[in-house]
T-cell receptor, first 115, second 112 residues
């Protein structure tokens, strides 16, 4: 597509429920990233995909968080047994694989509210 | 470790005022430097970048110069507009690194 698409744009869920967030990157972008932006905070790196593999999962905050990517395209971030501290905007970005001077293209994010 | 520090906000200016948002970094290698902007309700957008010392990135009237000697990449604009109200993030990316390191963001409010 023309840009990075994320769905849903907003999600309200009850504490303890599982949620799935979706990211559809720009066609041809092999690198895909998930970040979390909590209220008043900066961006917290969660996970990076190169193709379908995730060489860097260092940012996932707990084992309740997991992510996968299929077909080198769409990615889903799953949060199990959600907690109130999971409330944040979850941002996805994609990039061409290449020199470090390439920038990311971000999606508009999914605002998750755990009540 | 690698990190980016930005001036604390919020920054409130009147329209047509001069803007400076300070950014300094610490990196183990020779990074590329970026400014991203996040308008209300939207995702982050790349504003400008610089990939080597003394390079100047510019876009939409904003400028930033890569200063290796002071490890800085300050964002400037000569005359801000109400439409520039947003959160601005300074970021670095190391050579062959895939992950960006972002600063905490600086919220700018421009009043008419």
């Amino acid at each position: 597509g023309a840009g990075v698409s994320q769905s849903p744009s907003n999600k309200v869920t009850e504490k303890g429920k599982d949620v799935e967030l979706r990211c559809d990157p720009i066609s041809g972008h092999t690198a895909l990233y998930w970040y979390r932006q909590s209220l008043g905070q900066g961006l917290e790196f969660l996970i990076y995909f190169q193709g379908n593999s995730a060489p860097d999962k260092s940012g996932l905050p707990s084992d309740r968080f997991s992510a996968e990517r299929t077909g080198g395209s769409v990615s889903t971030l799953t949060i199990q047994r959600t907690q109130q501290e999971d409330s944040a905007v979850y941002l996805c970005a994609s990039s061409l694989q290449g020199p470090a001077n390439y920038g990311y293209t971000f999606g508009s994010g999914t605002r998750l509210t755990v009540v | 470790g690698d990190s980016v520090t930005q001036m604390e906000g919020p920054v409130t200016l009147s329209e047509e005022a001069f803007l400076t948002i300070n950014c300094t970094y610490t990196a183990t290698g020779y990074p590329s430097l970026f400014w991203y902007v996040q308008y209300p309700g939207e995702g982050l957008q790349l504003l400008l970048k610089a990939t080597k010392a003394d390079d100047k990135g510019s876009n939409k009237g904003f400028e930033a110069t890569y200063r290796k000697e002071t490890t800085s990449f300050h964002l400037e604009k000569g005359s801000v507009q109400v439409s520039d109200s947003a959160v601005y993030f300074c970021a670095l990316r190391l050579p062959y690194g895939q992950n960006f390191v972002f600063g905490p963001g600086t919220r700018l409010s421009v009043l008419p």
